[in-house]
T-cell receptor, first 117, second 114 residues
Framework: ETGVTQSPTHLIKTRGQQVTLRCSSQ?????VSWYQQALGQGPQFIFQ???????GRGNFPPRFSGLQFPNYSSELNVNALELDDSALYLC????????????????FGEGSRLTVL | AQSVTQLGSHVSVSEGALVLLRCNYS??????LFWYVQYPNQGLQLLLK??????LVKGINGFEAEFKKSETSFHLTKPSAHMSDAAEYFC????????????FGSGTRLQVQP
């Protein structure tokens, strides 16, 4: 069974640039969620994708966008980077919608650490 | 809206001592509750979860937690700490209404002294 994999593991960008982070979900999982974890904080929900459609969004501006592909892998795109976007970005996969009979257990990748200078 | 409060951003115990990490939640509907652990430079790993039924939940690595509705708490305990338990621990809540997402606390860093 292949776990959740994310790439790149580390990257450095400058203010105003754009970044794309990638995630491959665990085998058999069709739902992908993205979380932002700032230094010293708990993860904050960005959005969730189920069957290639956005299925819930946290309090993040529209410059945070995403995609899910037919193979259930996903991308997180952030435009017009700001210094406060520096964080660990975590991808998590699960089977089915979190609001269904699924109890909400998420399987996390190791994250992509973004530094914005 | 739900929220999670973890009391104590840092907890230090001696090896072999009791571990107690506190978590209180706020939710207007019956919650699902989780504890995740994060080792340095790694993602989050599920320790245990409460959904329905028995309020005392056992997880991996000897951890357990008790759901107390009257106290809106879900504290994490382990009878005897090991050096390998040193990590960041996050409590999280989810409900079936509203956003389909976990709301995490700010975390508690556990240090285990030899």
């Amino acid at each position: 069974e292949t776990g959740v994999t994310q790439s790149p593991t580390h990257l450095i960008k400058t203010r105003g640039q754009q970044v794309t982070l990638r995630c491959s979900s665990q085998s058999g999982h069709n739902t992908v969620s993205w979380y932002q974890q700032a230094l010293g904080q708990g993860p904050q929900f960005i959005f969730q994708y189920y069957r290639e459609e956005e299925n819930g969004r946290g309090n993040f501006p529209p410059r945070f966008s995403g995609l899910q592909f037919p193979n259930y892998s996903s991308e997180l795109n952030v435009n017009a980077l700001e210094l406060d976007d520096s964080a660990l970005y975590l991808c998590a996969s699960s089977q089915g919608l979190a609001g269904s009979s699924n109890t909400g257990e998420l399987f996390f990748g190791e994250g992509s650490r973004l530094t914005v200078l | 809206a739900q929220s999670v409060t973890q009391l104590g951003s840092h907890v230090s115990v001696s090896e072999g001592a009791l571990v107690l990490l506190r978590c209180n939640y706020s939710s207007s509907v019956p919650p699902y509750l989780f504890w995740y652990v994060q080792y340095p430079n790694q993602g989050l790993q599920l320790l245990l979860k409460y959904t329905t039924g028995a309020t005392l939940v056992k997880g991996i690595n000897g951890f357990e937690a008790e759901f107390k509705k009257s106290e809106t708490s879900f504290h994490l305990t382990k009878p005897s700490a090991h050096m390998s338990d040193a990590a960041e621990y996050f409590c999280a809540v989810r409900t079936d209404t509203g956003r389909r997402a976990l709301t995490f606390g700010s975390g508690t860093r556990l240090q285990v002294q030899p």
